[in-house]
């Protein structure tokens, strides 16, 4: 699905699955990814970002290399706002604040990486948008974009990304609501979600501006918490009244 489209840029849906990694010297996998994203591979197109395999949302590719160069700077230089939905476990206290944390890679396991004071520089900002039994739903915006940054940030303040098997495991067993125990033992994909994405081309002055819905996985996780919720609040008893007298015939 295309979000956007100018003479210079298209914002395109990742869906949660589809691996944008590549190999060196693979000169056919960029053409490979721009066709699973629903783009004419033939096109001179050229991937600006990537995302993890689970992460769905906002892609942004380039059409030619002067567009690419322009993206690639505006992302370097850190002026390209990004803005991610997530639900974790978990309630974070506070309910926003920032994680300020060094990334390095994990030498113990160099599919993850870890928080360690000689890595670099990573900068997550979340907000809490609603709590639900035993999970919260989140919009993140991460400053820096080092990688797995928002999961690692998250499972460091003990609240991993639901789906996120590498860094938090299942927790739905905990989970004591029936149905959203259900629900949430899957199979859940990651449920992170790159949701918004704006910046001004500085070649032509256009405001680029992109919004993607959450998935239909996020809306069944909620939902079924939201009706864990109402549930929750229909059996819980009634403190501090006393029953009413029983008036007799």
């Known amino acids: 699905m295309i979000h956007f489209s100018n003479e210079r840029f298209i914002a395109v849906e990742k869906p949660s699955g589809l691996s944008m990694a590549t190999r060196p010297g693979d000169r056919s996998a960029p053409g490979r990814i721009l066709a699973a994203l629903g783009l004419d ?78 890595g670099k520089r990573a ?7 609603e709590r639900l039994p035993s999970i919260a739903h989140l919009e993140l915006l991460p400053e820096t974009g080092r ?28 989970v004591r609501d029936p149905g959203l125990r259900r629900v949430l033992a899957g199979p859940v994909p990651l449920l992170l979600h790159a949701a918004a994405l704006s ?12 919004r993607s819905p959450e998935p239909d996985a996020f809306r069944d996780v909620l939902a079924a918490a ?19 007298p029983l008036r007799l015939p």
Request: hydrophobic share 35%; charged share 30%.
């Open 41 to 118: 591979p033939e096109e001179d197109l050229r991937l600006v970002h990537r995302l993890d395999v689970g992460t769905s949302g906002i892609v942004l590719v380039a059409r030619g290399p002067a567009a690419h160069r322009t993206a690639t700077a505006l992302f370097s230089e850190r002026t390209v706002r990004k803005v991610y939905r997530a639900i974790v476990w978990g309630h974070p206290v506070p309910a926003r604040g920032v994680a300020n944390r060094p990334l390095a890679v994990d030498r113990a396991d160099r599919r993850r990486m870890r928080e360690a004071p000689d």
């Open 147 to 174: 990688t797995h940054q928002i999961r690692v940030h998250m499972a460091g303040l003990g609240h991993p990304i639901v789906g996120d098997d590498l860094y938090g495991g299942p927790r739905w067993r905990g």
């Open 199 to 210: 910046f001004r081309d500085p070649e032509t002055g256009a405001e680029v501006d992109v």
């Open 226 to 244: 939201g009706r864990a919720r109402d549930a929750r609040k229909t059996a819980r008893p009634r403190v501090g009244r006393r029953p009413a």
């Open 123 to 129: 900068v997550t900002r979340w907000e809490t948008l």
